[in-house]
């Protein structure tokens, strides 16, 4: 698609000026009915019995304002020559910013009508210099005519067709570029002011041209900023604009051979015009029409080369086909987001649910062909954020929910070969994937993503933050998941992994002809899958505390009936009992995981309340409760009891990391200022755990 259509060119709007000559004389009647008004006003302000004659005197207008209009002529004059003749550039610089704060006073509008032509031709030359030494000036003098345009709204017109006119006939883009910026000060001054309305059009059919024509970055990005501000204000100008700018854009962002920065700031511009993609819908789905045709034509035309039937000699070889379908992949992208929440079959037609069902079909059929023939990292990463904007608009099912499993899988396979940038594009597709399919989720998909070997896993390790706090995403949403088997099924993994990365540590402090033995309080939460694994040292340290933060999805929902009650071990009685060995032998060697370990239980302790009503409950149901919510409060009656003894026990041991001591003493802090609140816990007083807690804070 060409960057320069033809573009459509109307016809101005009609000049508009006021007379500023409102203070002439005018004679109305004939000389002698002037006479006698002017006899009548005497006789008003002559007395009889006074000696005097008590009427001011009065001056003609037009002698005072020829007086004013010279003397602000003669400082125009002298701030002009000024700037045009001195040599230092920093007194130019300051006589520049004198005349910008004497053309924003707009006291003297009349004399900067007169001088126009002078004060824009003096800009013009500053403007052109060549030295640039002197950009910092120059940029100035542009500003000086966007706030001449703003001050003068009754010669804007005259000022913009000076302004595109020499943008026309310059041929040094810094020049042009300069030009724009004046523009561009202008409309922002201007906002919606009606002084402007009637040269909208004509404003906006020149910046079209120019944005038809311009074939540098630097002219494109300033072309389009004003262009975005008179979509803003005007959008009823810019809309009879909008396909032809849409169809310039879109040519520069599926231009491959551009900067990734600029073909990404393009993608901004075109999402920021999201009321007039939606507006005109039928034109959105059109153009979504065309890319998706041109993406199967590419891969047609890779299937081609893969097979070696070559019909016809013009079709491109790969290293030519995959940078294009890698582009149009990024721009359909680009367009469906621009259409933003109106691109949802909740919305109704055009957009309906077999029309995204169909468009992300053929798109991973696209994708996938282009993984066949060659593996192309630009294609898959723009493949990926594609299905995953796509994904976002419906709730796959059926046959469409299985090639949308599989190809997650097969992207996370691939992400051994790849960078960083495809790595988070697969995360973020992953995480997606979980969301929207969630309750349908096989739970052989979860033991994919979460068995030793899988690539998630290994991307935990990754140097980029970025890539890990994504896979931290992944494991959230499917901590987060509303189906009780395939959550727990990605529970008890995760607690594997922590019992093999615990059992590799404990190894490691147990000299070689000694067993550490089968029975350790991490027996009961061992996997299979990771029966036959050992970890290094590092990574069994990484894998702990990585996996204890995870947990934190399911701990710190308040409330939670699956993380108080349906998990067995309940998060709880994890971070308590099973994982108690972290706080005897581990603790002196590897203190981060004990303090991981504590932190865990700190924070899920703390989002309910410390359990301490619940220990105070009966343990039958009451008539309030219901059955679920009666199960849970029983469950957790004997939750403060373990705290406090857990607290007292630790608290008293001689050999403690002080971080871990002093989280330790805040949370014993936080529990005696709550217990001293209400005299309805008065009887945890005479709990047997009370009494170690205090003896450990002693």
């Known amino acids: 698609m060409s960057r320069k259509a033809p573009g459509v060119r109307l016809s101005g709007a009609h000049k508009l000026r006021p007379h500023w000559n409102h203070w002439q004389p005018r004679l109305v009647g004939s000389p002698l009915r002037g006479l006698a008004v002017f006899l009548s006003r005497l006789a008003a302000v002559w007395e009889p019995h006074s000696s005097t004659f008590s009427a001011p005197p009065v001056y003609p207008p037009r002698i005072y304002h020829r007086g004013m209009t010279h003397s602000e002529e003669s400082r125009l004059a002298n701030l002009l020559r000024r700037v045009s003749r001195e040599d230092d550039r920093d007194r130019r610089l300051v006589t520049l910013k ?80 300069l030009y724009l910026v004046a523009a561009q000060r202008t409309l922002e001054a201007a906002g919606e002011r009606k002084a402007f309305s009637h040269i909208m059009q004509l404003v906006m059919n020149n910046l079209q041209s120019i944005l038809e024509n311009v074939d540098t970055p630097e002219l494109l990005c300033q072309s389009v900023r004003c262009i975005l501000q008179v979509a803003r204000c005007y959008p009823h100008v810019f809309s009879t604009n909008f396909r032809d700018t849409v169809d310039i854009l879109v040519g520069w962002h599926i231009d491959h051979t551009q900067r990734q920065s600029l073909t990404q700031q393009v993608s901004g511009w075109l999402q920021s015009l999201e009321q007039f993609w939606v507006a005109d819908l039928t034109f959105s789905t059109t153009l979504l029409g065309q890319f998706l045709e041109d993406m199967e034509a590419y891969a047609e035309d890779l299937n081609h080369v893969t097979s070696g039937d070559v019909p ?69 990463t723009a493949g990926n954020e594609c299905v995953g904007v796509l994904l976002a608009s419906v709730e796959p099912t059926g046959s469409l929910m299985e090639a949308i499993l599989v190809y997650g899988l097969d992207q996370l396979d691939c992400c051994v070969a790849c960078g960083s940038d495809y790595s988070l594009a ?33 991307l935990r390790f990754h140097p980029e933050k970025e890539v890990m706090a994504a896979v931290h995403g992944v494991y959230q949403a499917l901590l987060s998941l509303k189906n009780i088997p395939t959550l727990e099924a990605a529970y008890k993994l995760v607690l594997g992994e922590m019992a093999c990365a615990l059992r590799s540590l404990m190894e490691s402090l147990v000299p070689s002809d000694r067993d550490a033995g089968p029975c350790s309080p991490c027996s009961t939460i061992q996997h299979p899958a990771f029966a036959s694994l050992s970890l290094p040292v590092e990574k069994a340290q990484f894998t702990v505390i990585f996996n204890l933060s995870t947990l934190t999805t399911i701990g710190n929902t308040k409330n939670s009936l699956i993380g108080m009650w349906a998990l067995s071990p309940t998060v709880f009685t994890l971070l308590s009992q099973n994982l108690l060995l972290v706080h005897s032998e581990l603790a002196v060697f590897y203190p981060a995981i004990q303090y991981a370990v504590l932190y865990s239980l700190y924070s899920h302790c ?90 450990g804070l002693l």
């Open 606 to 695: 703390t989002r309910h309340d410390h359990f301490i009503s619940s220990s105070l409950s009966s343990s039958s149901p009451s008539l309030f409760d219901g059955a679920v919510i009666s199960t849970v409060t029983t469950a957790t009656k004997k939750h403060f009891a373990t705290v406090l003894g857990l607290l007292g026990n630790l608290l008293s041991k001689e050999h403690l990391y002080p971080d871990a001591r002093l989280l330790l003493l805040t949370w014993a802090q936080e529990i005696s200022l709550l217990m001293v609140k209400s005299d309805t816990y008065s009887p945890l007083f005479s709990l047997p755990s009370f009494s170690r807690f205090c003896r």
């Open 426 to 458: 697969v995360l973020s597709l992953l995480t997606l994937i979980v969301d929207q399919v969630n309750t349908k989720l096989p739970v052989s998909f979860v033991e994919k993503l979460l068995v030793p070997g899988s690539q998630l896993l290994n």
């Open 98 to 177: 004198q005349l910008k704060e004497f053309i924003s006073h707009g006291e003297s509008k009349v004399t900067m009508v007169k001088q126009l032509d002078n004060i824009l031709s003096t800009l013009n030359d500053i403007m052109n210099e060549s030295s640039k030494l002197l950009w910092e000036l120059r940029q100035e003098a542009a500003a000086c005519v966007g706030l001449l345009c703003t001050v003068l709204s009754y010669e804007a017109e005259r000022i913009f067709k000076w302004l595109f006119l020499k943008f026309n006939s310059s041929s040094r883009d810094e020049v042009k570029l």
């Open 312 to 380: 016809d000699d013009d079709i491109p070889p790969p290293s030519v086909s995959l940078p294009k379908l890698a582009a149009l992949l990024r721009v359909f992208s680009t367009v469906v987001r621009s259409i933003g929440e109106r691109f949802s079959p909740v919305r109704g037609p055009p957009i309906t649910e077999a029309y995204v069902t169909d468009v992300l079909n053929r798109v991973l059929g696209c994708v996938t062909a282009a993984k066949q023939v060659q593996f192309s990292e630009a294609v898959l």
